[in-house]
């Protein structure tokens, strides 16, 4: 049976001060994880060291939101595998919308850094996801198709075990428009086939797929209870632990 993960990504919030402060709230809030969930707080990177200290004695992750395809070198402002992996990260978050869309980050370029990742023993959460445009003009499993290809180029199916997709709609991101968990349960759906034809059943039935576009506490159990939806990817709800505590205590236990 799939686990159930829950990641946050903090974006560019909190200060370390701030992070202490919300890590501090959730710590108590999420000490009595159900068995099957997995949670992961994915911080700014200034904040990843201290976060991982906090967290040694708990059961929450840490994850960064993003890597350099580069082990190292003149690549000011980067961040590689190596630096991610000794502030204490086990996941990272990698093509987030945002990093598609503000940052030029292509499918080609995602590949590169997952696989990085993947080679040096980081667990990437990979998102993919249409535009609004997209949507309307009925083309959204295709343009997810081509991007979980993209992405997962060269992924043998080995790796494919330490691999998490995120399907997050562009159009549901930041802006309180939730997919329906009907339209979210296809898109998962239309996934899992996919990555079924090209690795194999075994593999598409391990693999976890979060949602995530504005998951708020009154609209979790919903998403989280469609088969096909493993988890979720909470942006602005995970910046108060209450909130994202909530979001965590409505996985259900499977
Ligand atoms: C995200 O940042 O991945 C996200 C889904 O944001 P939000 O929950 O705020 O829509």
Redesign the pocket.
Known sequence: MRRTVIAG?W?MYKTIEESIELINGLKPLTSNLKPNVDVIVCPPFTSLAIASSLLKDSSIKLGAQNMSEHDEGAYTGEVSWKMLKSAGCEYVILG?SERRQYFGETNELINLKAKKGLANGLKPIICVGEKLEEREAGVTEQIVSAQIKGVLSGISSDDMKKVIIAY?PVW????GKTATPLQAQQVHMHIRKLVGQLYSWNVAEGLVIQY????KPDNAAELLAQDDIDGA?????CLKADSFSSIIGSAPAR
């Open positions: 990504n974006k987030h997050e549901a991101i930041g802006t995530g576009g504005s998951v990817l909470v942006g602005g709800a």
